[in-house]
């Protein structure tokens, strides 16, 4: 029986990969995203039973719609994957209450929005699994990240609380914890309406280019086999795990020693500009 699977996010970067990867193995798959056009193309190239949806997992209402949809036409739903999200770091003392809010809206409620959408229909089906994107920023405290790191510790630590609970009901839940991945997120310093941190001027892809960029679609397949093996982690790729093994030793003085090389990194950035 194929899957029925939902994508936040699916639009772009690590969706639209898992979108692509879930669909070339038989799943059918809502490719949501807030950017309509975006998840009309991918479903459009997907082809076959994927279909598109435009949300904003900021309106739990959207949210709840999108999943209450995909049940009424295919009576089920296997997979929810909360991957929506956005950057927004740089030094805190440029950040404005609305650059937090909006990372606490996107990042971690749209995941909130989906599990509470998602998960009674699951409870009841006695089958299915959610999985919310998180990221290595999720398990280190990288300096000039403070905002994403916040919400990436509440998604991984979310997505541990609720797996425990949802084996009473048979659901599996999955935090997905990559490393520097090649998506569009390398290239932005930010929302475009709020005001952007000189201090993350350009984005960072240059600075992920020195630790290794990993491919969405390889990715992907790391989700697949994580969801079929029904892990609760996902962390890839490898030099991502051996990062997350050391900083496992010391926490603190894994953030110092990194904290050390974010400063130099920002040094020469502000001497560049």
Same mark, same amino acid.
């Given at each position: 029986? @194929?899957r029925v699977?939902?994508?936040?996010g699916?639009g772009?970067g690590i969706?639209a990969?898992?979108?692509r990867?879930?669909a &070339?193995r038989g799943?059918?798959v809502?490719v949501?995203?807030?950017d309509?056009?975006?998840?009309e193309?991918v479903?459009?190239?997907i082809?076959g039973?994927a279909?598109?949806a435009?949300?904003?997992?900021?309106?739990?209402?959207g949210v709840? @719609?999108?999943v209450d949809?995909a049940?009424?036409? #295919?009576?089920r739903?296997? !997979?929810?994957?909360?991957?929506?999200?956005?950057a927004?770091?740089?030094?805190v003392?440029?950040?404005?209450?609305?650059h937090w809010d909006?990372?606490?809206?996107?990042?971690?409620?749209?995941?909130?929005?989906?599990?509470?959408?998602?998960?009674p229909?699951? @409870?009841?089906?006695?089958?299915? #699994?959610?999985?919310?994107t998180?990221s290595?920023?999720g398990?280190?405290?990288?300096?000039?990240?403070a905002p994403?790191?916040?919400v990436k510790h &509440?998604?991984?630590?979310l997505s541990?609380s609720?797996?425990e609970?949802?084996k009473a #009901?048979?659901?599996?839940?999955?935090?997905?914890?990559?490393?520097w991945i090649?998506t569009?997120?390398l290239d932005t310093?930010g929302?475009?309406?709020?005001p952007?941190?000189?201090s993350?001027e350009?984005g960072?892809?240059?600075t992920?280019?020195?630790?290794?960029i990993?491919s969405?679609?390889?990715?992907?397949?790391d989700? !697949?086999?994580? !969801?079929?093996r029904?892990?609760a982690?996902?962390?890839?790729p490898?030099?991502g795990?051996m990062?997350? %093994?050391m900083a496992?030793v010391?926490p603190?003085?894994f953030?110092?020693?990194m904290g050390?090389?974010?400063r130099r990194?920002?040094r020469? %950035?502000?001497? @560049?500009a």
């Amino acid at each position: 029986m @194929a899957r029925v699977a939902i994508v936040t996010g699916g639009g772009s970067g690590i969706g639209a990969a898992l979108s692509r990867a879930l669909a &070339a193995r038989g799943d059918t798959v809502v490719v949501a995203d807030i950017d309509g056009a975006a998840a009309e193309k991918v479903a459009g190239e997907i082809g076959g039973t994927a279909v598109a949806a435009k949300v904003d997992v900021r309106d739990a209402a959207g949210v709840q @719609a999108l999943v209450d949809d995909a049940v009424d036409q #295919h009576g089920r739903l296997d !997979i929810m994957a909360n991957n929506a999200g956005i950057a927004v770091g740089g030094d805190v003392l440029e950040l404005t209450l609305a650059h937090w809010d909006r990372i606490i809206d996107i990042n971690l409620r749209g995941v909130v929005h989906g599990i509470q959408a998602a998960y009674p229909v699951m @409870a009841r089906q006695r089958s299915g #699994h959610i999985v919310n994107t998180a990221s290595m920023a999720g398990l280190t405290a990288p300096a000039y990240l403070a905002p994403y790191v916040a919400v990436k510790h &509440a998604v991984v630590g979310l997505s541990l609380s609720l797996r425990e609970e949802a084996k009473a #009901h048979n659901v599996n839940v999955t935090a997905v914890c990559p490393f520097w991945i090649d998506t569009p997120i390398l290239d932005t310093s930010g929302p475009d309406d709020l005001p952007k941190p000189k201090s993350l001027e350009g984005g960072v892809r240059e600075t992920a280019k020195k630790m290794g960029i990993y491919s969405p679609d390889a990715l992907a397949q790391d989700i !697949i086999r994580g !969801i079929d093996r029904k892990k609760a982690m996902v962390v890839a790729p490898r030099r991502g795990r051996m990062i997350w %093994r050391m900083a496992r030793v010391s926490p603190a003085g894994f953030s110092t020693a990194m904290g050390a090389v974010a400063r130099r990194e920002m040094r020469k %950035r502000q001497a @560049a500009a």
